[in-house]
């Protein structure tokens, strides 16, 4: 399996806040700091495998190329933006950049609505498969 080019981008520009803006690499690893960049890394891991198992049913508008349901998507209908939201938190926690908390309560119901979208997308063509696939998982 091939890693998506911009999954590679998040770790660098996150790596760029911390060596580059002044002050952030001084702060203390406080055990806050510590469970946030925990939670990042581990949810930028988790994002990186639920893209991965999507494959080719990745689209950046919601289209209906395939029913994905094993891996994550066995669990969760909508990984990769539950996996954004918690990496979000996690590197807002692990930089102590408090004020991206702002923009995470934005991308919350964002993510939120772009689901329900894809939703009926995908009720629209799998009918009964995709309503009994959404009974079985969470979000």
């Known amino acids: 399996m091939k890693v998506p080019i911009p999954a590679i981008i998040i770790p660098v520009v996150v790596t760029s806040l911390y060596l580059f803006i002044p002050g952030v690499k001084q702060q203390p690893w406080t055990p806050l700091r510590i469970a946030g960049a925990a939670l990042a890394l581990a949810a930028y891991s988790l994002l990186i495998v639920a893209r991965l198992q999507l494959g ?24 990769i933006y539950l996996f954004v939201d918690v990496m979000w938190l996690g590197v807002t926690l692990a930089l102590h950049f408090y004020w991206l908390f702002l923009p995470l309560l934005v991308l919350i119901p964002l993510h939120i609505s772009r689901s329900h979208r894809e939703a009926q997308v995908l009720q629209d063509k799998f009918g009964q498969a995709y309503l009994d696939y959404r009974s079985r998982t969470w979000f």
């Open 56 to 79: 080719k049913s990745f689209a950046v508008t919601p289209q209906a190329k395939a029913l994905v349901t094993s891996g994550i998507y066995s669990r969760i209908r909508n990984p």
